[in-house]
C-alpha cells in the first residue's frame, strides 16, 4: 500500500511499509511514522540523484534507456 504525503509541498513516491519492515528488519521493534517519512524522504532524493546521473551516463552514450549498467556505474563510482 501506497501512504502518499506532502513533504516540503511535493508528493513522495516511495511507498511507507517496505520502508518500515526494513527498519525493523535492523532491529527496531517499533518505528513512528516520522521516521519512516524521514527516511523515505532521504532515499528519495539519492535515487533521484543516481538516476539523473544514470540518464546523463544513457544520453552520452546517444541512448533513450538508462540499463542496468548505467546505475551500476553511477553506484560503483559513489562506493569509492
Same mark, same amino acid.
Given at each position: 500500500?501506497?501512504? =502518499?504525503? #506532502?513533504?516540503?509541498?511535493?508528493? =513522495?513516491? *516511495?511507498? =511507507? @511499509?517496505? %520502508? !518500515?519492515?526494513? %527498519? &525493523? /528488519? @535492523?532491529? @527496531? !521493534? /517499533? $518505528?513512528?511514522?516520522?521516521? $519512516? !517519512?524521514? *527516511?523515505?524522504?532521504?532515499?528519495?532524493?539519492? $535515487? #533521484? &540523484?543516481? @538516476? +539523473? +546521473?544514470? %540518464? &546523463? *551516463? +544513457?544520453?552520452?552514450?546517444s541512448? &533513450?534507456?538508462?540499463?542496468r !549498467?548505467? #546505475?551500476?556505474?553511477? *553506484?560503483?563510482a559513489?562506493?569509492?
Amino acid at each position: 500500500m501506497f501512504h =502518499m504525503f #506532502i513533504n516540503n509541498g511535493e508528493t =513522495m513516491e *516511495l511507498p =511507507m @511499509a517496505p %520502508i !518500515e519492515r526494513l %527498519i &525493523k /528488519r @535492523a532491529g @527496531a !521493534e /517499533r $518505528v513512528s511514522d516520522g521516521a $519512516v !517519512e524521514e *527516511l523515505a524522504d532521504y532515499l528519495e532524493e539519492e $535515487v #533521484i &540523484k543516481i @538516476a +539523473s +546521473s544514470a %540518464i &546523463k *551516463l +544513457s544520453k552520452h552514450a546517444s541512448r &533513450k534507456t538508462v540499463t542496468r !549498467e548505467d #546505475i551500476k556505474l553511477v *553506484l560503483s563510482a559513489i562506493k569509492r
